[in-house]
Protein backbone atom coordinates (compact mmCIF):
# COMPACT_ATOMS: atom_id res chain seq x y z
CA UNK A 1 0.00 0.00 0.00
CA UNK A 2 1.43 3.39 -0.66
CA UNK A 3 1.22 6.21 1.84
CA UNK A 4 0.13 9.48 1.10
CA UNK A 5 2.47 11.44 3.43
CA UNK A 6 5.72 9.76 3.52
CA UNK A 7 5.23 7.44 0.09
CA UNK A 8 6.65 4.26 1.63
CA UNK A 9 4.67 1.34 -0.17
CA UNK A 10 6.09 -1.14 2.43
CA UNK A 11 4.71 -0.46 5.77
CA UNK A 12 1.31 -1.77 7.76
CA UNK A 13 -0.98 0.72 7.46
CA UNK A 14 -3.50 2.78 9.58
CA UNK A 15 -6.66 3.30 8.18
CA UNK A 16 -5.14 5.92 4.96
CA UNK A 17 -2.02 6.38 6.19
CA UNK A 18 1.17 3.87 7.57
CA UNK A 19 1.77 3.16 10.66
CA UNK A 20 5.33 5.30 11.14
CA UNK A 21 3.32 8.54 10.16
CA UNK A 22 -0.17 7.37 12.26
CA UNK A 23 2.71 7.13 15.46
CA UNK A 24 4.26 10.58 15.00
CA UNK A 25 1.21 12.69 15.71
CA UNK A 26 -0.40 9.96 18.54
CA UNK A 27 -0.19 10.17 21.97
CA UNK A 28 -1.18 7.11 24.00
CA UNK A 29 -3.12 9.23 26.96
CA UNK A 30 -4.45 12.60 27.65
CA UNK A 31 -3.50 14.36 30.63
CA UNK A 32 -4.26 18.58 31.40
CA UNK A 33 -1.09 20.53 32.25
CA UNK A 34 -2.38 21.16 35.02
CA UNK A 35 -4.81 20.25 37.54
CA UNK A 36 -6.72 21.75 41.12
CA UNK A 37 -7.68 20.14 43.79
CA UNK A 38 -9.71 21.54 46.55
CA UNK A 39 -8.74 20.30 50.17
CA UNK A 40 -10.29 21.18 53.11
CA UNK A 41 -7.24 22.49 55.63
CA UNK A 42 -9.44 21.62 58.72
CA UNK A 43 -10.60 17.69 57.92
CA UNK A 44 -8.32 17.24 55.31
CA UNK A 45 -11.18 15.73 53.01
CA UNK A 46 -11.25 16.75 49.41
CA UNK A 47 -13.71 17.73 46.63
CA UNK A 48 -14.33 14.85 43.83
CA UNK A 49 -16.28 15.18 40.86
CA UNK A 50 -18.81 17.81 43.26
CA UNK A 51 -18.74 15.72 46.29
CA UNK A 52 -16.05 16.20 48.94
CA UNK A 53 -15.20 12.91 50.41
CA UNK A 54 -14.64 12.78 54.54
CA UNK A 55 -12.05 9.83 54.24
CA UNK A 56 -8.72 11.44 55.40
CA UNK A 57 -6.16 10.88 52.93
CA UNK A 58 -2.44 11.90 52.74
CA UNK A 59 -1.27 14.41 50.57
CA UNK A 60 0.84 12.41 48.16
CA UNK A 61 -2.51 9.95 47.63
CA UNK A 62 -4.87 12.70 46.44
CA UNK A 63 -1.86 13.83 44.14
CA UNK A 64 -1.61 10.33 42.38
CA UNK A 65 -5.66 10.06 42.80
CA UNK A 66 -5.98 13.49 40.84
CA UNK A 67 -3.61 12.61 38.54
CA UNK A 68 -5.39 9.08 37.81
CA UNK A 69 -8.69 10.42 37.43
CA UNK A 70 -8.04 12.89 34.76
CA UNK A 71 -5.60 10.60 32.31
CA UNK A 72 -7.27 9.21 29.34
CA UNK A 73 -6.28 6.70 27.45
CA UNK A 74 -6.68 6.41 24.00
CA UNK A 75 -8.56 3.67 22.65
CA UNK A 76 -5.96 1.77 20.47
CA UNK A 77 -3.36 1.99 23.25
CA UNK A 78 -3.16 -2.44 24.32
CA UNK A 79 -0.79 -3.62 27.31
CA UNK A 80 -0.31 -0.46 28.86
CA UNK A 81 1.46 0.46 32.19
CA UNK A 82 1.34 3.59 33.64
CA UNK A 83 4.09 5.10 35.95
CA UNK A 84 3.12 8.28 38.48
CA UNK A 85 5.87 10.05 39.51
CA UNK A 86 5.86 13.22 42.15
CA UNK A 87 9.00 15.06 40.82
CA UNK A 88 8.81 17.52 44.44
CA UNK A 89 5.71 19.58 46.32
CA UNK A 90 6.83 23.29 46.65
CA UNK A 91 3.83 25.03 49.08
CA UNK A 92 1.14 23.35 47.11
CA UNK A 93 2.43 22.82 44.06
CA UNK A 94 3.49 19.20 42.99
CA UNK A 95 5.28 18.93 39.99
CA UNK A 96 4.36 15.44 38.13
CA UNK A 97 5.41 13.30 35.47
CA UNK A 98 3.52 10.10 33.88
CA UNK A 99 5.39 7.74 32.36
CA UNK A 100 3.87 5.42 30.17
CA UNK A 101 4.43 2.30 28.09
CA UNK A 102 2.21 0.42 26.05
CA UNK A 103 1.51 -1.32 22.81
CA UNK A 104 -0.17 0.58 19.93
CA UNK A 105 -0.94 -1.78 16.59
CA UNK A 106 1.53 -4.15 17.61
CA UNK A 107 4.31 -1.38 17.92
CA UNK A 108 5.59 -0.91 21.82
CA UNK A 109 6.20 2.96 22.34
CA UNK A 110 6.58 5.08 25.32
CA UNK A 111 5.45 8.52 26.06
CA UNK A 112 6.51 10.77 29.21
CA UNK A 113 3.93 13.86 30.01
CA UNK A 114 4.66 16.66 32.89
CA UNK A 115 1.82 17.59 34.86
CA UNK A 116 0.96 20.27 37.57
CA UNK A 117 -1.42 19.24 40.82
CA UNK A 118 -2.19 22.21 42.54
CA UNK A 119 -3.64 21.74 45.81
CA UNK A 120 -5.96 24.13 46.65
CA UNK A 121 -6.77 24.75 50.59
CA UNK A 122 -10.50 25.57 51.31
CA UNK A 123 -13.23 24.96 53.92
CA UNK A 124 -15.39 21.91 53.15
CA UNK A 125 -18.96 22.53 53.99
CA UNK A 126 -18.96 20.46 57.14
CA UNK A 127 -16.00 22.97 58.62
CA UNK A 128 -17.73 25.65 57.73
CA UNK A 129 -20.67 24.54 59.42
CA UNK A 130 -18.69 23.48 62.76
CA UNK A 131 -16.60 27.83 62.52
CA UNK A 132 -20.09 28.87 62.41
CA UNK A 133 -21.50 27.01 65.32
CA UNK A 134 -24.31 25.33 63.37
CA UNK A 135 -26.55 22.62 65.16
CA UNK A 136 -29.62 20.64 64.57
CA UNK A 137 -30.63 19.74 67.29
CA UNK A 138 -30.69 21.04 71.34
CA UNK A 139 -31.14 18.65 73.94
CA UNK A 140 -32.76 19.64 77.37
CA UNK A 141 -31.62 18.15 80.37
CA UNK A 142 -34.71 18.66 83.30
CA UNK A 143 -35.57 17.31 85.92
CA UNK A 144 -39.34 16.81 87.42
CA UNK A 145 -40.50 19.14 89.46
CA UNK A 146 -37.26 19.89 90.83
CA UNK A 147 -33.64 21.41 90.93
CA UNK A 148 -31.15 19.18 89.26
CA UNK A 149 -28.01 18.48 91.69
CA UNK A 150 -24.33 20.00 90.93
CA UNK A 151 -23.09 16.29 91.12
CA UNK A 152 -25.81 15.28 88.30
CA UNK A 153 -24.89 17.75 86.53
CA UNK A 154 -21.45 16.74 86.14
CA UNK A 155 -22.42 13.04 85.43
CA UNK A 156 -24.46 14.75 82.84
CA UNK A 157 -21.49 16.19 81.10
CA UNK A 158 -19.55 13.57 81.46
CA UNK A 159 -22.44 11.70 79.38
CA UNK A 160 -22.53 14.14 76.42
CA UNK A 161 -18.39 13.94 76.52
CA UNK A 162 -18.50 10.38 76.02
CA UNK A 163 -21.27 10.01 73.59
CA UNK A 164 -19.73 12.68 71.37
CA UNK A 165 -16.14 10.96 71.55
CA UNK A 166 -17.90 7.77 70.26
CA UNK A 167 -20.38 9.25 67.45
CA UNK A 168 -17.52 11.65 66.49
CA UNK A 169 -15.99 8.23 64.46
CA UNK A 170 -19.13 8.32 62.13
CA UNK A 171 -20.59 12.05 62.36
CA UNK A 172 -18.22 14.80 61.63
CA UNK A 173 -21.30 16.65 62.95
CA UNK A 174 -21.51 15.36 66.72
CA UNK A 175 -20.00 17.90 68.93
CA UNK A 176 -21.33 20.56 71.16
CA UNK A 177 -21.00 24.15 70.26
CA UNK A 178 -22.51 25.32 73.39
CA UNK A 179 -23.94 24.97 76.95
CA UNK A 180 -26.69 27.20 77.61
CA UNK A 181 -26.97 26.50 82.17
CA UNK A 182 -30.27 27.73 82.69
CA UNK A 183 -31.96 27.73 85.86
CA UNK A 184 -34.14 25.14 85.19
CA UNK A 185 -31.10 22.51 83.08
CA UNK A 186 -28.39 22.28 81.06
CA UNK A 187 -29.42 22.41 77.03
CA UNK A 188 -26.57 20.91 74.97
CA UNK A 189 -26.56 21.87 71.32
CA UNK A 190 -25.68 19.08 69.47
CA UNK A 191 -24.35 19.31 65.43
CA UNK A 192 -26.40 17.06 63.97
CA UNK A 193 -29.96 15.20 64.92
CA UNK A 194 -28.53 11.71 64.84
CA UNK A 195 -25.75 12.65 67.45
CA UNK A 196 -28.30 14.41 69.98
CA UNK A 197 -30.13 11.23 69.73
CA UNK A 198 -27.63 9.25 70.82
CA UNK A 199 -26.88 11.72 73.76
CA UNK A 200 -30.46 12.03 74.83
CA UNK A 201 -30.30 8.18 74.69
CA UNK A 202 -27.68 8.05 77.04
CA UNK A 203 -29.00 10.42 79.83
CA UNK A 204 -31.94 8.32 79.90
CA UNK A 205 -29.81 5.81 80.45
CA UNK A 206 -27.65 6.88 83.07
CA UNK A 207 -30.59 8.80 85.33
CA UNK A 208 -33.97 7.33 83.55
CA UNK A 209 -36.67 9.65 82.82
CA UNK A 210 -38.88 10.46 79.89
CA UNK A 211 -37.61 11.81 77.00
CA UNK A 212 -39.89 14.13 74.15
CA UNK A 213 -38.55 14.93 70.70
CA UNK A 214 -40.30 18.29 69.32
CA UNK A 215 -39.27 19.53 65.98
CA UNK A 216 -39.62 23.61 65.04
CA UNK A 217 -39.41 24.90 61.55
CA UNK A 218 -36.47 27.12 60.93
CA UNK A 219 -37.14 27.91 57.66
CA UNK A 220 -38.11 26.34 54.31
CA UNK A 221 -36.13 25.84 51.44
CA UNK A 222 -37.13 27.62 48.68
CA UNK A 223 -36.14 25.67 45.71
CA UNK A 224 -37.31 22.30 47.16
CA UNK A 225 -40.31 23.43 49.20
CA UNK A 226 -38.90 21.30 52.31
CA UNK A 227 -38.70 22.67 56.00
CA UNK A 228 -35.26 22.94 57.57
CA UNK A 229 -35.92 21.95 61.50
CA UNK A 230 -34.39 21.68 64.11
CA UNK A 231 -35.53 18.87 66.88
CA UNK A 232 -35.65 20.18 70.52
CA UNK A 233 -35.30 16.74 72.66
CA UNK A 234 -36.06 17.19 76.23
CA UNK A 235 -34.43 14.55 78.84
CA UNK A 236 -36.69 14.98 82.22
CA UNK A 237 -34.90 12.88 85.06
CA UNK A 238 -37.42 11.32 87.90
CA UNK A 239 -38.07 13.85 90.60
CA UNK A 240 -37.50 10.71 93.02
CA UNK A 241 -34.04 8.83 93.46
CA UNK A 242 -32.80 6.15 94.43
CA UNK A 243 -33.79 5.11 97.99
CA UNK A 244 -36.90 7.72 98.08
CA UNK A 245 -40.65 6.50 99.23
CA UNK A 246 -42.71 6.54 95.87
CA UNK A 247 -46.51 5.97 95.48
CA UNK A 248 -47.60 3.96 92.66
CA UNK A 249 -51.07 2.24 92.00
CA UNK A 250 -52.09 3.09 95.66
CA UNK A 251 -49.13 1.19 96.93
CA UNK A 252 -46.10 2.72 98.89
CA UNK A 253 -42.49 1.70 98.05
CA UNK A 254 -38.97 2.25 98.05
CA UNK A 255 -37.13 2.85 95.16
CA UNK A 256 -33.85 0.81 94.90
CA UNK A 257 -32.73 1.08 91.56
CA UNK A 258 -33.65 3.40 88.73
CA UNK A 259 -32.93 2.19 84.93
CA UNK A 260 -33.15 2.74 81.31
CA UNK A 261 -36.88 1.48 80.80
CA UNK A 262 -38.06 0.91 84.31
CA UNK A 263 -38.14 1.72 88.36
CA UNK A 264 -37.52 -0.99 90.29
CA UNK A 265 -39.15 -0.46 94.04
CA UNK A 266 -40.22 -2.45 97.28
CA UNK A 267 -43.59 -2.51 98.58
CA UNK A 268 -42.71 -1.75 101.75
CA UNK A 269 -46.02 -2.96 103.33
CA UNK A 270 -46.03 -6.26 101.69
CA UNK A 271 -42.43 -6.68 101.52
CA UNK A 272 -42.44 -6.78 97.65
CA UNK A 273 -40.34 -6.52 94.54
CA UNK A 274 -42.34 -4.10 91.47
CA UNK A 275 -40.95 -3.07 87.90
CA UNK A 276 -42.45 -0.09 86.88
CA UNK A 277 -42.17 0.95 83.44
CA UNK A 278 -40.66 4.21 82.68
CA UNK A 279 -43.16 5.42 80.61
CA UNK A 280 -45.36 5.32 83.80
CA UNK A 281 -43.32 8.29 85.57
CA UNK A 282 -46.04 10.93 85.64
CA UNK A 283 -48.12 8.71 87.45
CA UNK A 284 -45.60 8.44 90.46
CA UNK A 285 -45.84 10.31 93.50
CA UNK A 286 -43.09 11.26 95.34
CA UNK A 287 -43.44 11.06 98.92
CA UNK A 288 -40.95 11.43 101.38
CA UNK A 289 -37.39 11.74 100.11
CA UNK A 290 -34.26 9.32 101.36
CA UNK A 291 -33.04 11.24 104.29
CA UNK A 292 -36.25 11.88 105.91
CA UNK A 293 -35.69 8.34 107.28
CA UNK A 294 -35.89 8.62 111.37
CA UNK A 295 -34.18 6.05 113.65
CA UNK A 296 -35.74 4.73 116.69
CA UNK A 297 -35.25 2.38 119.81
CA UNK A 298 -37.41 -1.19 119.85
CA UNK A 299 -38.94 -0.77 123.34
CA UNK A 300 -40.92 -4.36 123.60
CA UNK A 301 -41.81 -6.85 121.41
CA UNK A 302 -44.03 -10.22 121.01
CA UNK A 303 -44.66 -12.63 118.48
CA UNK A 304 -47.86 -10.18 117.11
CA UNK A 305 -46.81 -6.62 118.27
CA UNK A 306 -43.78 -4.50 117.84
CA UNK A 307 -43.28 -1.63 120.27
CA UNK A 308 -41.32 1.56 119.73
CA UNK A 309 -41.09 4.65 120.43
CA UNK A 310 -42.40 7.97 118.18
CA UNK A 311 -39.00 10.03 117.84
CA UNK A 312 -41.10 12.57 117.73
CA UNK A 313 -42.80 13.00 120.59
CA UNK A 314 -41.64 9.67 122.78
CA UNK A 315 -44.87 8.02 122.90
CA UNK A 316 -45.23 4.43 122.58
CA UNK A 317 -46.69 2.67 119.27
CA UNK A 318 -47.51 -0.39 118.83
CA UNK A 319 -47.00 -1.96 115.32
CA UNK A 320 -47.85 -5.07 113.62
CA UNK A 321 -45.06 -7.69 113.67
CA UNK A 322 -43.45 -8.99 110.55
CA UNK A 323 -40.84 -11.35 109.41
CA UNK A 324 -38.13 -9.06 108.94
CA UNK A 325 -37.90 -8.08 112.37
CA UNK A 326 -37.93 -11.27 114.56
CA UNK A 327 -34.44 -11.01 114.92
CA UNK A 328 -34.29 -7.71 116.20
CA UNK A 329 -33.89 -7.13 120.53
CA UNK A 330 -35.71 -5.00 122.89
CA UNK A 331 -33.42 -1.95 122.83
CA UNK A 332 -32.00 -2.46 118.91
CA UNK A 333 -32.01 0.81 116.66
CA UNK A 334 -34.36 0.54 114.18
CA UNK A 335 -35.12 2.63 111.07
CA UNK A 336 -38.85 4.03 109.72
CA UNK A 337 -40.49 6.47 107.55
CA UNK A 338 -43.73 8.77 108.47
CA UNK A 339 -45.98 8.68 105.59
CA UNK A 340 -49.39 10.41 105.84
CA UNK A 341 -49.11 10.02 110.06
CA UNK A 342 -48.35 6.55 109.48
CA UNK A 343 -45.17 4.79 110.61
CA UNK A 344 -43.47 2.15 108.73
CA UNK A 345 -40.49 0.14 109.96
CA UNK A 346 -38.11 -0.65 107.81
CA UNK A 347 -35.38 -3.74 107.75
ZN1 LIG B 1 3.84 7.19 6.04
ZN1 LIG C 1 -13.52 19.89 56.54
Known amino acids: MFCPE ?4 DKEMVGEICIDCFLKDFQMIELPKRIEVQICSHCNSKLEEGKWSDEFIPEEEIIYRALERNIKIADEV ?3 IINLEIDQIKGTLASCFVEVAGEVHGV ?4 THDCEV ?3 KTVCPTCSKIQSGYYETVVQFRADKR ?6 YAKADEVVERTLIKQSSSDKLAYCPQIAKLKEGYDYYIGSFKSGKKVAENLKEEFGGIIKESPRLISEDKSTGKGLYRIWISVRI ?10 FENKIMQVTSIGKNSVV ?4 EADKKHNIPMKNMEDIELLKKADEIETTTIISKSPSIIQILDPSDYSAVDLEMKDEFADYNIGDEINLIKIDNYIYLLS
Do not use: L, M, W
Open 6 to 9: CGST
Open 265 to 268: AIDI
Open 238 to 247: PEFEVNDFIK
Open 108 to 111: RIEE
Open 78 to 80: SNE
Open 147 to 152: EIKPEE
Open 118 to 120: KIQ
